[in-house]
């Protein structure tokens, strides 16, 4: 079994009386596009922080490519690549001359890191934006730079802290296609959001955090079958008589049934063609149905049922 | 990588409009502005005013009577000479109506007390040691070569005259205006201070995300503030001679001939200044502002306090605090300009640079040890 990127065990950081990690351990393979998911204050970039050495911490280990992690551990440190949450750039630096700075710190050799200040820029699309100072660049364009800043010198391990907050939906998925294109190119990836739909459209991997700590680890699919739902249908109808309700419960695999806003909403766990029992027996009760849309669970109905509470519930 | 941050480093520092603003061009134009309020004293030739003297005359000495009757007639007159009683004369020094005592016994000897104002106890000072040299010269040469002692009576007249006109050893004029264009300089030098506390906020990384994103990367945090200071250092010098060359040659302001120590001492102002920034950024427990404030202040007050918006401030502190003429780097500063006008030695100077040393070594080392943390409790 090779070497995981990262491994974290039982991480304990407390800020006097509150425990912002308790006892987190994780394990991160090379490859991966791992996934941190939890809402503000679940301790995600805590771990990031801690991971780095920029945070001390109660307890626990880090390791990083097989190598205990410090603040000295200069070799580590060269194959990492971050980018903050806040946005760390100079305002009397150019596009071109922050990442310069930035890559210098890692690389020495001039003419290398001008390659690869070039191949930044053109990676999150600056080209037209060298000269600019960061005050003159949109929101979206200048989360693009703090990206350019973090990943200029092509390390092995890539650290995004979520990157899209109050960012535009165009730049949004330009930032999210990039960090796709870096794992291609062979990077690790871990990356932090609130934003459950982006952690799921580009993470292998995802770790749901809440309070502290690890709730639940695995891939999408894995995640989706620690939970009873396997199928939420809901259908635009008048209210079914208590009887009709009862029979729609009766149905195979039906879990739950509720009437909301207009709607028959029926949950399922497991089985096939549920979508077409349930038409066919409201069309022999004479039912007129409108819309009918039939959503299979998404990761905040995992975190719901995980944490007992919905992810954008407790933004 | 050392000359990659350096390099940025003064990129970076120069293109900061507002900290810029401070060290160079507020400077320039409140030196102006001076010029234009001061700007008829400077064509003035007559702005001198006559040095009250107390003299005790334990011992008669004829020469230097004459000498200090000479000094005290005319218009252009350097003294106004009371004689009096040993009792009286401390009287009138204590009052502050005499800025010295001259006591006329073997040799003669000067007293003065802490509010004297310096340039006119630099100007009898003079007058008294050079009468002191040239009398022992008299009687040495009376008592080894009387043949010579016509052409030495000669020579002696001869460098009396010259103790008249040239009132002390160094070549600048006795404007109490200058001491504004001291505090100036000093005042400027002072503003690079939020240089340092700059670099120190974005070297530690609970204090900003730049210095988070810095202390991740390979770079050892030691060598970029070295570098990063190197390079405040240099644009707040920079600044500081820019300021010097605009107030003595554009201004016209007569600083002296000691130009190149001028410039030594505004390097040895500015490594200072960025020094005590780097010191007051590296604080952890107070906000961004408050630092900022904390330097303004030093600066300002400082600069009050050593005579920026009144003359005669820093010797009231000197008589009233001496301390805190002691710790306030503008008043070192200041002091350390003034003294190279006006003291042909370098004792009150280098007192100023040592001062200045001590500020430095403080700073320097409160810095490091307040920086040298690897982890943050929290970010």
């Not at chain 1, 409201?282 to 039939?294: A, H, I, P």
């Amino acid at each position: 079994m090779s070497t995981p990127v990262v491994k974290i065990e039982n991480l304990v950081k407390r800020y006097k009386e509150l425990i912002a990690l308790d006892h987190f351990s994780l394990e991160i393979e090379e490859g991966e596009i791992f996934g941190l998911l939890g809402p503000n204050g679940s301790g995600k970039t805590t771990t990031i922080n801690c991971m780095l050495s920029l945070l001390s911490y109660d307890k626990g280990e880090v390791e990083i490519f097989g190598k205990k992690m410090s603040p000295d551990n200069y070799e580590v440190k060269k194959d990492i690549g971050v980018v903050m949450q806040n946005v760390a750039v100079f305002d009397e630096l150019t596009v071109y001359e922050n990442i310069d700075y930035f890559c210098g710190l890692y690389i020495t050799d001039k003419e290398k890191r001008a390659k690869l200040v070039e191949e930044a820029i053109e990676f999150v699309g600056l080209e037209d934006f060298k000269k600019f100072y960061p005050k003159k660049l949109s929101g979206g364009l200048l989360r693009r730079l703090n990206i350019a800043c973090g990943i200029a010198h092509k390390p092995r391990l890539i650290i995004f802290d979520e990157p899209t907050v109050a960012v535009d939906p165009q730049s949004r998925n330009k930032i999210l296609e990039g960090i796709e294109r870096l794992n291609r190119e062979g990077a690790t990836v871990i990356y932090t959001s609130h934003y459950m739909e982006e952690v799921e459209q580009i993470c292998t991997r995802i770790a749901i955090m809440d309070k502290g700590k690890s709730r639940a680890i695995g891939t999408k699919d894995e995640l989706k079958k620690l939970i009873r739902n396997t199928e939420t249908i809901s259908i635009e109808v008048a209210k079914p008589s208590d009887d009709d309700m009862k029979e729609i419960s009766s149905l195979p695999h039906v879990y739950e049934t509720a009437y909301e806003n207009s709607k028959l909403v029926v949950r399922y766990s497991g089985g096939k063609h549920n979508l077409i029992r349930l038409m066919n027996l409201l069309s022999d009760k004479q039912y007129n149905m409108g819309r009918v849309y039939s959503e299979i669970p998404t990761l905040n109905d995992v975190f719901l049922e995980i944490t007992g509470t919905a992810l954008r519930d407790s933004e | 990588m050392f000359f990659h941050k350096y390099k940025y480093g003064l990129l970076q520092t120069i293109r900061n409009k507002e900290l810029t603003f401070w060290a160079l061009g507020f400077t320039i134009i409140l030196g102006t502005l001076f010029y234009a309020a001061f700007g008829n004293v400077y064509e003035n030739d007559d702005i001198f005013e006559a040095i009250p003297v107390a003299v005790v005359e334990n011992v008669g000495d004829d020469g230097f009577m004459q000498l200090l009757t000479e000094l005290s007639q005319g218009e252009d007159k350097m003294l106004v000479v009371n004689k009096t009683d040993r009792e009286k004369a401390e009287e009138l020094l204590g009052n502050g109506d005499v800025e010295a005592i001259i006591t006329v016994d073997e040799s003669i000897a000067l007293s003065i007390n802490s509010t004297s104002d310096s340039i006119s106890v630099s100007i009898v000072g003079s007058i008294v040691n050079e009468y002191n040299t040239k009398s022992a010269l008299f009687e040495e040469i009376a008592k080894t070569n009387p043949e010579k002692l016509p052409q030495a009576i000669e020579a002696m007249n001869v460098n009396i005259d010259n103790v008249i006109k040239e009132h002390k050893l160094t070549d600048a004029p006795m404007n109490p205006y200058t001491d504004y264009f001291y505090n100036l300089i000093a005042m400027g030098i002072l503003f690079g201070s939020t240089f340092g506390m700059t670099i120190a906020i974005n070297s530690q990384g609970n204090l900003s995300a730049i210095a988070a994103r810095k202390c991740v990367s390979p770079a050892k945090k030691s060598m970029s503030a070295i570098a990063d200071i190197l390079a405040a250092v240099t644009i707040v010098f920079a600044c500081s001679v820019i300021t010097i060359l605009y107030v003595k040659y554009v201004l016209g302001v007569e600083l002296g001939d000691r130009l190149g120590m001028y410039i030594l001492t505004a390097l040895f102002g500015s490594i200072m200044s960025v020094s005590l920034g780097y010191a007051v950024g590296s604080v952890g427990s107070i906000g961004e502002k408050a630092k900022g404030a904390i330097l303004l202040t030093v600066t300002l007050l400082g600069g009050f306090l050593s005579g920026l918006m009144s003359h005669g401030m820093r010797q009231i502190v000197e008589s009233k605090v001496p301390f805190i003429n002691r710790v306030n780097p503008a008043a070192i500063l200041t002091d350390a300009f003034f003294s190279l006008t006006v003291y042909p030695h370098y004792d009150r100077y280098i007192r100023s640079i040592i001062g200045m040393a001590v500020i430095t070594v403080i700073c320097t080392v409160a810095g490091i040890i307040m920086t040298r943390r690897k982890k943050y409790a929290s970010l």
